[in-house]
C-alpha cells in the first residue's frame, strides 16, 4: 500500500459504514489536538452506503446515484487518508492490517466492517431469493419486479400471471416492512403502466415471530401492520420459512407461497475480518467487546456498529443492529482513542435510542421521536428531515444538493434505464 505520512501514531478504521465515518469524523473534528496523529479509514466500496434507502432504491423510488455518497469528495480536505481496499486479514499480535492492497499497521484499531444477510442454512434461501443489502440488490429487485410486470402483460394463463405478479418477502423486521410497502407502492404503478387490474399484483410478507417488527414499541407494531394492510400487503405472522425453492417459500404450517420473486431479509449476521477464531464472538457473529466497546484480550482494538457484540447496561440485552446506534458507538470509540492519546482513562459506552423512523412508501410511515408518535404523511416527513439531519452531520448536504440540481436523477417510476441495468 502507497506510504502514509511519517506521523508518530496512527488509527485505521476498517469500513466506511455508519460507525466506520462516524468515529473517523468525530476524530478528524479533533486533529489539532493531536498533530502527529494519522487517521485512516479502509472500505472495499469507494462510496458509503445509506442503507436505510436501499428499499426505495429497490422498489425504482429513487436513483442508486443517491444511496451513494462518493467518498473522495465527502472526505477531501478533512485529514482522513482514505483507501479503497479489501481486507483480508487482521494480526493483532503483530497489529497490522493486510489487504488486497498491501499491509498497514495500526496503534489503534476500529472493526466496523458491518454485517451480511443471515440465511440459518434454511434449504434453497441463498440460491432462490434476493437479498436487500447492496446497490446490485436494488437493481436486481427492481429489474426483476419490472420484467415480471412486463411478461405477466403477456400471460393469459391466471396461475402462471398470478405466481409471476406475487413478491413475497421473508422477513418482517425494520427492512422487510419498508421494502413491503415500497413495492406494493411500485406495484400499483407498474400495473396502471402495463393496463393490468391493480388487484392484481400481490405483496406477501413472511414473519416467523407472531408480530412485524418482533420487539418493537406495541404502538409501532399496530402502525406498520395497519399501514402495510391498507396498502394491500398481505401480512403473515408466526410462520417461520423452512425451504426456498425456484419460486416458491415453504412454511412451518405446511403451506407454501409462490411468486415471481422472493426477497429474504430474515436476518444478518457479522461480516468476518479474518481469522474467526481470532476473537471471541456472541449471537450472529458478533465480536464480543467490553463495556468501553474494546475487544478485551486487545485493547487497542474496538469494534462497532453491526459487528459488534454490545451488551445494553440498562437492559442487559443485546443491542439491535441500526444505524443510529453504529453512529453512537463509532463517535464513542473516537472519544476513547483521544483519551488514550491524551492519558485519560477510557469510558464506558451507554446507548442511547433516540426513537425510530420507519418509512412506508413515499407516502406514510410510523415514527416515535422523544414521547411523540406520529403515522401517515408526518412520520414520512419525520423520516426525510432525519435523512437530511444524517447527510448534514457527516457534511454531505452539499452532494445531496449537487445531485438535486442533475436532472437526470430524480424521484424514478418509470422503466429501469439500461445502463442501471446493465451495472
Ligand atoms: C434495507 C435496510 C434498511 C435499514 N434501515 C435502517 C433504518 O431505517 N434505521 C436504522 O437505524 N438502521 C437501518 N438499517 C440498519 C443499518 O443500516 C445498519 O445497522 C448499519 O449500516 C450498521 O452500520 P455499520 O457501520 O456497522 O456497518 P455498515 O454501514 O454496513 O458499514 C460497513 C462497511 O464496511 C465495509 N466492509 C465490510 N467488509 C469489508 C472488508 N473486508 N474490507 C473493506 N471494507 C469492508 C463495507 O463496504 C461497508 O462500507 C437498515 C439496513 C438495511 C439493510
Not at 401492520?225 to 408466526?238: D, N
Not at 420473486?261 to 457473529?285: H, K
Not at 422523544?370 to 439531519?389: C, E, P, S, T
Request: hydrophobic residues 45%; positive net charge.
Amino acid at each position: 500500500m502507497k506510504p502514509l505520512t511519517q506521523k508518530t501514531t496512527r488509527t485505521v478504521i476498517l469500513g466506511a459504514g455508519f460507525g466506520g465515518l462516524a468515529a473517523a469524523l468525530h476524530l478528524a473534528r479533533h486533529a489539532d489536538r493531536h498533530p502527529q496523529h494519522e487517521i485512516v479509514l479502509i472500505d472495499r466500496r469507494n462510496y458509503h452506503l445509506l442503507q436505510g434507502k436501499l428499499p426505495e432504491a429497490a422498489a425504482g423510488h429513487v436513483a442508486p446515484e443517491e444511496v451513494m455518497i462518493p467518498l473522495a469528495g465527502l472526505l477531501q480536505g478533512r485529514g482522513i487518508a482514505f483507501r479503497q481496499a479489501q481486507v483480508l486479514e487482521v494480526d493483532f499480535i503483530g497489529r497490522a492490517v493486510h489487504t488486497d492492497r498491501g499491509l498497514i499497521t495500526y496503534d489503534h484499531l476500529v472493526i466496523a466492517v458491518g454485517s451480511t444477510t443471515a440465511f440459518y442454512n434454511i434449504l434453497g434461501l441463498k440460491e432462490h431469493a434476493l437479498t436487500l443489502k447492496s446497490i446490485g440488490d436494488t437493481v436486481a429487485i427492481r429489474a426483476t419486479v419490472e420484467r415480471q410486470f412486463a411478461v405477466a402483460a403477456h400471460e393469459l394463463e391466471p396461475g402462471p400471471r398470478r405466481a409471476l405478479l406475487t413478491f413475497v418477502i421473508g422477513g418482517g423486521g425494520w427492512s422487510g416492512v419498508e421494502i413491503a410497502a415500497e413495492l406494493a407502492e411500485r406495484a400499483a404503478t407498474l400495473a396502471a403502466a402495463y393496463g393490468l387490474s391493480p388487484a392484481e399484483p400481490r405483496v406477501v410478507i413472511v414473519e416467523a415471530a407472531p408480530t412485524l417488527l418482533p420487539g418493537s414499541d406495541p404502538w409501532l407494531i399496530d402502525t406498520v401492520t395497519r399501514t402495510l394492510k391498507a396498502a394491500r400487503v398481505e401480512v403473515r405472522c408466526g410462520l417461520p420459512v423452512t425451504e426456498a425453492q425456484a419460486r416458491r417459500l415453504l412454511l412451518a404450517d405446511g403451506s407454501s407461497v409462490e411468486g415471481g420473486l422472493i426477497i429474504w431479509t430474515g436476518g444478518v449476521r457479522a461480516r468476518e475480518v479474518g481469522d474467526a477464531n481470532a476473537l471471541l464472538r456472541g449471537q450472529a457473529n458478533r465480536i464480543v467487546v467490553d463495556p468501553t466497546l474494546a475487544v478485551p484480550s486487545h485493547p487497542e482494538v474496538y469494534v462497532v456498529g453491526d459487528a459488534a457484540w454490545v451488551i445494553d447496561p440498562h437492559t442487559g440485552a443485546p443491542t439491535m443492529p441500526s444505524a443510529q446506534l453504529a453512529r453512537q458507538q463509532g463517535e464513542h470509540v473516537a472519544r476513547n482513542i483521544l483519551a488514550a492519546l491524551e492519558n485519560r482513562s477510557r469510558e464506558a459506552y451507554r446507548p442511547h435510542l433516540k426513537g425510530a423512523l420507519i418509512s412506508l412508501g413515499g407516502r406514510s410511515g410510523a415514527a416515535i421521536v422523544a414521547r411523540l408518535r406520529v403515522g401517515g404523511r408526518a412520520a414520512r416527513w419525520f423520516k426525510r428531515l432525519n435523512d437530511y439531519r444524517y447527510l448534514f452531520f457527516i457534511g454531505a448536504v452539499g452532494w445531496r444538493f449537487g445531485l438535486r440540481a442533475r436532472p437526470n436523477i430524480r424521484r424514478t417510476l418509470g422503466p429501469t434505464p439500461a445502463s442501471v441495468v446493465r451495472r
